[in-house]
Every structure is written in structure tokens, then in C-alpha cells.
């Protein structure tokens, strides 16, 4: 069903990474359906990133859309994704720092190349992006016709930044430090209107959990962690995002939202403990 158009995020201009693909690629469709200029951050995909280019541009209901490669981890790669962004659109009022990978291996079999790769995406890719998020933010200042906030920073958690997850120390650890990333910067930059929050998504249907979902047994399993019994839809995260990046949220700040079914809430304790 066709629904009227919401202009809550209309002129500003969001930078969302790894937006080619899961849940970026719903963040960046929220985005734009709401207004937003959005650059499509991809690594690899170009093609499904100029495929969303096009559709958005074709949206009446969006703004301006470009698509940039960039790998995340890499100085170069980051400055040149802010400097295509600006010199479209004049500046960036959102980033949706959201490129994140998993490598799995027992903790035992992990070299140091899987531990590095994993938080350098993860975690040093939203070092770098908020970064230059910030400078661009203090560059320009608040623009009042657009949002009462310097600019907002939306960093892609997971729940694994607090629940602890076998397997997957590598990103657990990438995970668990991002709260105190967002917290930090909230403390440091707070005082200039910037607001910085967190998302933490539970299992959502996407392909880097696949194999959590691709068979009914799977699902089951899946569903056992979440007292809501379903698993979580990119569009979930997209909406989310879309609140957390305008003013209706203006006071949230230094958080982490939890979008997870209920995940945190430990359903195996249910009938035991
Ligand atoms: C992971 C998914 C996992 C979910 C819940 C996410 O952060 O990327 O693979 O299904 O957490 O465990």
C-alpha cells in the first residue's frame, strides 16, 4: 500500500557503509523513502549499489543518491568516500556506520589474520568513518533548517555487545567495544550537538547469518532465542535508523537501542535457572 510520504531526514545527506547489501541496504531504502541524499558505501557490489542508485533516484519521494566504493578499514578509502559525499552533496548530516563481517572459528584455530581483518572492519572502520564524520560535522556546523543536532553518528552493533558468543570472539570483541566507542564520543562531543547513538540488532535475515535460517530446522533453532518466534526483517533496522537519524529523536543520545525480538531478554531461562 502506498503510504504518503514522510519528509523527516528531506535535505539532509546520509552516508550509510556496507549499504549494498543486508542490513545497510535496507538502512539506505528507509533513508531515502524518508528524503535523504544517500551514499551508497559498497566494497565489492557495485552493481546492486548502482541498481539502488537508480531506484532511488528514479523515487520521487527520495533525494540524491550516489554509490562509492570504499573498504572501510583503509584511511585512503574512508577520506576519499567523505570527499565524494561533500563534493556532491556540500556536507554529510548522518553517517550509518554499518560495514561489519563475521570470520567464525573456534578461538584455539583463530589466526591473527581472522582476529585483524574482523576488527579492523568492524571496529576500526568505524573509527575512521566517525571520524571523518566529526570533522566534516565541526567544519560546517549545525545547520538549523535541517535538524536541531551538529550532525548524528548511528554505529551498527549487534546484540553480541553483551551477550557473549562462542566462536566468535573476534567479533564479540569488535562488538562489545563499540558501546564504549559511541559512549565516549557522545561524552566528548555532546557538547556541540552531536548525537551519537548505537543500534544492536538480533538475528536478522540477511546473508552473513544464512546458515541460522536457510532450512526450517535452522529457523527453529533460530527461534528458540527470540521470545518474539520471528526473525528479525533488514526493513526492522531500516525504520529504526530512519527515527534514530531525525529530530523526533533528538533527545536520545549515548545509547544503544536493542532490536532483537527480545534476544537480550535470555529466553532459555524461561523454564530454567
Ligand atoms: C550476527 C548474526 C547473528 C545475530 C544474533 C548478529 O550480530 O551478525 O550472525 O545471527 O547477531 O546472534
Excluded at 535496507?26 to 528524503?35: H, K, N, R, S
Excluded at 578509502?77 to 565524494?84: C, G, T
Excluded at 537519524?245 to 536520545?252: F, G, I, N, P, R
Amino acid at each position: 500500500m502506498y503510504q504518503k510520504p514522510n519528509e523527516r531526514l528531506k535535505g539532509q545527506t546520509a552516508i550509510v557503509t556496507g549499504g549494498s547489501s543486508g542490513i545497510g541496504k535496507a538502512v539506505c531504502e528507509a533513508l531515502a523513502v524518508d528524503g535523504a541524499n544517500v551514499v551508497v558505501n559498497y566494497y565489492k557490489d557495485s552493481e546492486t549499489a548502482d541498481e539502488m542508485v537508480e531506484q532511488f533516484m528514479n523515487d520521487e519521494r527520495s533525494g540524491d543518491a550516489i554509490a562509492v566504493q570504499a573498504d572501510v578499514s583503509k584511511e585512503e578509502d574512508v577520506k576519499n568516500l567523505f570527499s565524494e559525499a561533500i563534493s556532491r552533496f556540500g556536507t554529510v548530516d548522518i553517517l550509518v556506520a554499518n560495514a561489519g563481517i563475521q570470520i567464525d572459528r573456534k578461538f584455539h584455530e583463530m589466526s591473527l589474520e581472522d582476529w585483524q581483518r574482523v576488527i579492523d572492519v568492524n571496529l576500526t572502520g568505524q573509527f575512521l568513518c566517525a571520524k571523518e564524520a566529526i570533522i566534516e560535522f565541526l567544519r560546517r556546523g549545525i545547520r538549523e533548517d535541517v535538524s536541531k543536532a551538529l550532525g548524528k553518528i548511528i554505529h551498527m552493533s549487534s546484540v553480541h555487545e553483551i551477550i557473549p558468543w562462542a566462536g566468535h570472539a573476534n567479533y564479540a570483541a569488535s562488538k562489545g567495544a563499540i558501546v564504549m566507542l559511541m559512549q565516549s564520543l557522545c561524552q566528548e562531543y555532546g557538547p556541540q550537538k552531536l548525537r551519537v547513538n548505537s543500534i544492536a540488532p538480533g538475528a536478522i535475515q540477511t546473508p552473513i547469518n544464512k546458515e541460522a535460517w536457510s532450512t526450517p530446522q535452522a529457523l527453529d533453532k533460530l527461534n528458540e532465542l527470540i521470545p518474539y518466534k520471528r526473525i528479525g526483517q533488514p526493513s526492522d533496522v531500516g525504520s529504526l535508523a530512519v527515527w534514530l537519524a531525525s529530530d523526533e529523536s533528538d533527545y536520545v543520545n549515548g545509547t544503544t537501542i536493542f532490536i532483537d525480538g527480545g534476544m537480550t531478554c535470555y529466553p532459555g531461562f524461561t523454564e530454567n535457572g
